[in-house]
């Protein structure tokens, strides 16, 4: 059963999770993907900027185009991307100090396997629930498990990314569709609790 879909929010739910990786990958320190990072943002971004070029536009009933129904979610909107920004600096923090605990031959195995243009979406979920697992062998045991599996999941996003910069959309996108798959619950409980 696809857990987006059981409450009609996937859209928003992908939303959450792409912003939290962005995030995390943009608050990380020392990483050699900084032209991949801007254009994956401005791709992210895009239909945003897209709606907000309306303000003039008549509709086919002949009316303008308007913004006021849509100003308090955007609100809301606004008010949790900045929340989803701050549990992702903080999280990337974390990964700094953890770093290193990740063993360069398991990202180079990483890299190499999201560089095999035969594998599926779903083989590359695996590869990298693989390469979690055995990262999750050391992680801190003072930290809750999904906060943890969370966390470690886009410092091998980073990992693979610094290693190989071109492949940062490919290991963005995966990364995005295994904490949708495996911790989406996580990742909105954390979010609805630093929205209350």
Not at 130 to 147: F, G, N, S, W
Not at 158 to 176: E, G, M, N, W
Request: glycine share 4%; with cysteine; aromatic share 6%.
């Amino acid at each position: 059963m696809d857990p987006k879909g059981s409450s009609g929010s996937g859209l928003q739910d992908e939303h959450i999770t792409d912003l939290l990786v962005f995030g995390f990958l943009q608050n990380c320190s020392n990483y050699n993907f900084q032209k991949e990072l801007q254009v994956l943002g401005h791709d992210l971004y895009l239909p945003a900027c897209l709606r907000e070029n309306h303000d003039d536009e008549l509709q086919t009933d002949g009316s303008q185009y308007s913004h006021f129904v849509l100003e308090s979610q955007e609100t809301d909107s606004e008010s949790q991307d900045e929340i989803i920004q701050n549990i992702a600096r903080q999280l990337a923090h974390i990964g700094d100090r953890m770093d290193r605990s990740v063993p360069p031959r398991l990202v180079n195995h990483l890299a190499i396997q999201f560089m095999n243009g035969n594998l599926s979406e779903e083989d590359r979920r695996e590869c990298l629930a693989a390469a979690l697992e055995q990262v999750m062998q050391t992680h801190p045991k003072d930290m809750e498990k999904e906060k943890t599996m969370l966390m470690l999941t886009m410092l091998l996003a980073k990992k693979v990314a610094d290693h190989t910069p071109s492949l940062l959309s490919d290991v963005f996108r995966t990364t995005v569709n295994f904490i949708n798959q495996n911790l989406l619950t996580y990742v909105r409980n954390l979010v609805r609790n630093e929205m209350d």
